[in-house]
């Protein structure tokens, strides 16, 4: 079974930057993508960073220029670096990762979760 844990979620006033830690554990063949999700009160999930495996990136309007994110293979860590954050990006966000497994002698693609940090920009 795979596990992702993150970390990193936090108080921040405006402007300010945190940054977001997802580590997983477990056994895989590949990671496929890395994602980054969030969701504030009464709005709908937003996907806002993703990492595909050869390492192209793609961002949210609402987040680019500001986010970034990246990975530690040899950690088995993604992080997602938040700077100049807004009232706006507050929410709990999420790490999701795609990964090549074999399950009961079956190879498939699998969703896993982290379970998510708050992050809070206030003054």
């Known amino acids: 079974q795979v596990q992702l844990v993150e970390s990193g979620g936090g108080l921040v006033q405006p402007g300010g930057s945190l940054r977001l830690s997802c580590t997983a554990s477990?056994?895989?063949?590949?990671?496929?993508?890395m994602d980054w999700y969030r969701q504030a009160p009464e709005k709908q999930r937003e996907l806002v960073a993703t990492?595909?495996?050869?390492?192209?990136?793609n961002y949210a309007n609402s987040v680019k220029g500001r986010f970034t994110i990246s990975r530690n293979s040899v950690k088995n860590t993604m992080y997602l670096q938040m700077k100049s954050l807004k009232p706006g990006d507050m929410a709990i966000y999420s790490c999701?990762?795609?990964?090549?497994?074999?399950?009961?002698?079956?190879?498939?693609?699998?969703?896993?979760w982290g379970q998510g940090t708050q992050a809070t920009v206030a003054s």
């Open positions: 477990g056994s895989w063949l590949n990671i496929n993508t």
């Open positions: 990492r595909t495996s050869p390492g192209n990136t």
């Open positions: 999701k990762k795609n990964m090549r497994r074999t399950d009961k002698g079956r190879v498939a693609n699998y969703d896993y």
